[in-house]
């Protein structure tokens, strides 16, 4: 399986800075999509980026894709308490294969 | 307002005994999926369907089963093959393999 490894595993910081978490995958993909779960709930799709792009912006969202290092980065800007939790990237695959692998996620905990 | 309704919120369940788990959606979309997340896990998948009728085994399918009679329900009934039941249960719907999903709110299995 194509499956998307965040990096790091919990990050923290300081309201107003800004949160950069990385995503590696295995094989080839159609497109890369990154969402939020928190506590509790399910996840919520942020944003796709799909092979042949290369940078993706929605609002304070910032996603870039390597394909030729096979990964993805998903930064935040300004973050806000609001922001914390925790982020999972999903790599939709070639090939006829089209379902989403995701990874661990990224713990994030955005402190006051 | 459209969305996914997942029931019960919390399950318990007794040795040898099945359970079904309840996933409705009146967004509309074609596809369904049901994942499995362990704590501190990405998510893993259990069954697919792309259409009415039809449904797919994803990586983790022993000890589960499905059914889709209906576009908008997709139920997974955990069976007594399912030898370490307990996890967070996720159902997600989308207008196609590959595209953005929508997941709803999760029903929390666990052992009596």
């Known amino acids: 399986s194509q499956q998307g490894e965040e990096d790091p595993q919990a990050l923290s910081i300081q309201e107003g800075e800004n949160a950069t978490m990385n995503c590696s995958y295995k094989t080839s993909i159609n497109n890369l999509q990154w969402y939020r779960q928190n506590s509790g709930r399910g996840l919520v799709h942020l944003i796709l980026?799909?092979?042949?792009?290369r940078e993706k912006h929605s609002g304070r969202l910032r996603v870039t894709l390597d394909t030729s290092k096979k990964s993805s980065s998903l930064l935040i800007t300004a973050s806000r308490a609001a922001d914390t939790a925790s982020y999972f990237c999903a790599a939709s695959g070639g090939a006829g294969s089209y379902q989403l692998t995701f990874g661990k996620g990224t713990k994030l905990s955005v402190i006051p | 307002d459209g969305g996914i309704t997942q029931s019960p919120k919390y399950l318990f369940r007794k040795e040898g005994q099945n359970v079904t788990l309840s996933c409705e959606q009146n967004?509309?979309?074609?596809?369904m999926y049901w994942y499995r997340q362990d704590p501190g896990q990405g998510l893993r998948l259990i069954y697919y369907s792309q259409i009415v009728n039809d449904f797919q085994k994803g990586d983790i399918a022993e000890g589960y089963s499905v059914s889709r009679e209906k576009k908008e329900s997709f139920p997974l009934t955990v069976t007594s093959a399912q030898k370490n039941p307990t996890a967070f249960y996720l159902c997600?719907?989308?207008?196609?393999?590959?595209?953005?999903?929508?997941f709803g709110d999760g029903t929390r299995l666990s052992i009596l």
């Open positions: 967004l509309n979309h074609d596809a």
């Open positions: 980026i799909r092979s042949n792009e």
């Open positions: 997600a719907s989308s207008n196609g393999l590959g595209q953005p999903q929508h």
